[in-house]
């Protein structure tokens, strides 16, 4: 099995500390380039840039899988791990969905952040017409079945969510208050810390971001949970509006970290009145570029998560009418210039047009086709790889092959099929990227495998019509 991102994490922190002090120098080689991806510059930073998916997106389509795996180092479902989804009705679980999202987490080496066990919302009717004794045992009940299933798998928890009123004052009026009182939420938090002991809890909230009445009650009920070694961080939804984000966002989150706690962008997104235009994304990208700076800012930023991938996975035009392109990626996977200001303010560099990819065919340059592999990105113990084949005349399929000259093996891979897992690897394409008009690319991809702090190397691929 794979190791949690977490303590991947600490073998990062503690390779670094010894290469500086054997070589009385900076930082190996490996980190000197600019990172090329969100996920490599923001393991760089040892912060999360995490993406919230959708289980039917990721079983059906392989460029959204491609581009989450690639692109990200933390997940969130959703909508696969709230109460709906999990305990339709009392007692009955169902994790196929939440199941699949954190095996392809582990699978690529992903942190995941837990969302969420107690919310007003999505949680089924059976249990909002409970009261007392009885709410409190399904409360409690689902918490350590849902925190028990993935103990050791799933790194953070948002324990609670929305619990404060929208003016601010008070406790949001829910089900949860009237049926349980005030002590609900401490409830919650004790049951959460007792089931699994090694995630970190937070308290998750919208409108929260600047200092305001709403922020203020949530940080008095943060500070009685720290008090009680109940909270390890709060979660800042970050469901922004173009041109929007709060003056004091960063001294606002300061006064949080000043009480010991992490804070995380959980949620981001930054809305627009449709259609976009030039100048609505070049302000979104600037937006977007401020919340990145908070967030490196801040050593205790853990990380932020975008809520959704693509602008057309987005729930904003559902809900907010008129509203939407809040997100990073287009609907044909080309990067914003959200994107790319996101990437630049964690110390990256895009390599690829932040267009959609130029359609026009150069002519045929020849005959078969040709292969490279590209890391997008490593990690101590493993990588991210893409692969592109280049077809030189028209082709209908097509074989790459190369062979590993050290310890790197795949694990999964997509878009490519064959004999993956030795030394020597054979792949072919797989139903929809076999056709290639001569002068086009397709791609693949794949994670490896590797010795602990050795580089990932870029075998020669041989590539050949079938
Ligand atoms: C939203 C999802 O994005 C939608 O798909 C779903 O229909 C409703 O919930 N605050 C939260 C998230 O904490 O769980 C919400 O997600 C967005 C607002």
Not at 171 to 194: D, K, M, P, V
Not at 345 to 354: D, I, R, S
Not at 423 to 444: C, D, I, L, M, S
Request: net charge negative; glycine share 10%.
């Amino acid at each position: 099995m794979l190791l949690t991102r977490n303590r991947r994490r600490a073998l990062l922190a503690g390779v670094v500390t010894v290469a500086t002090a054997a070589l009385g120098i900076g930082l190996s080689t490996q980190f000197a380039s600019a990172q090329t991806t969100l996920r490599g510059a923001a393991d760089a930073l040892n912060k999360d840039i995490g993406v919230a998916v959708s289980y039917n997106l990721l079983q059906n389509n392989a460029q959204y899988r491609n581009t989450v795996a690639t692109e990200f180092n933390s997940l969130t479902a959703e909508n696969a791990m709230k109460w709906d989804a999990t305990e339709p009705s009392d007692g009955n679980y169902t994790f196929t969905q939440a199941d699949a999202i954190v095996d392809f987490a582990e699978d690529n080496g992903q942190s995941v952040h837990g969302h969420t066990f107690v919310w007003h919302s999505q949680t089924p009717s059976w249990v909002q017409g409970l009261s007392g004794t009885a709410l409190q045992n399904a409360m409690v009940d689902h918490i350590n079945t849902v925190a028990n299933r993935y103990e050791g798998r799933v790194d953070s928890w948002d324990v609670v969510n929305e619990v404060v009123s929208d003016s601010g004052g008070a406790l949001r009026s829910s089900f949860w208050l009237n049926g349980l009182g005030e002590g609900y939420i401490t409830t919650a938090f004790q049951t959460a810390r007792a089931a699994d002991p090694s995630a970190d809890l937070y308290i998750n909230d919208y409108s929260i971001e600047g200092d305001n009445a709403k922020s203020d009650r949530v940080y008095s009920i943060a500070q009685g949970l720290v008090n009680q070694g109940l909270l390890d961080g709060v979660g800042f939804q970050s469901h922004l509006i173009l041109g929007q984000v709060p003056s004091d966002m960063e001294a606002n989150l300061q006064r949080f970290v000043n009480l010991g706690l992490k804070v995380r962008i959980t949620e981001l997104d930054i809305r627009m009145t449709l259609p976009a235009d030039a100048t609505k994304l070049a302000q979104q990208a600037s937006d977007y570029q401020r919340v990145a700076n908070i967030c490196k800012n801040l050593a205790d930023c853990s990380g932020i998560t975008v809520w959704g991938l693509r602008d057309g996975d987005s729930w904003v035009p559902g809900v907010f009418p008129g509203q939407g392109a809040p997100l990073l990626f287009n609907d044909d996977f080309s990067k914003k210039s959200a994107y790319t200001s996101v990437l630049n303010a964690w110390g990256g560099t895009v390599t690829n047009p932040t267009t959609t990819p130029i359609t026009t065919s150069p002519p045929p340059t020849g005959s078969g086709c040709t292969a490279t592999l590209s890391v997008q990105s490593p990690w101590n113990t493993g990588a991210t790889y893409a692969g592109t084949v280049r077809a030189n005349q028209n082709l209908t399929g097509w074989r790459v092959t190369w062979t590993w000259p050290g310890s790197e093996r795949i694990s999964n891979a997509w878009s490519i099929q064959g004999t993956l897992t030795g030394a020597a690897v054979t792949g072919t394409n797989v139903g929809y990227n076999g056709t290639v008009a001569a002068g086009q690319t397709t791609t693949f991809g794949f994670n490896i495998t590797k010795a602990d702090g050795s580089t990932a190397s870029v075998p020669t691929v041989t590539c050949t019509p079938i």
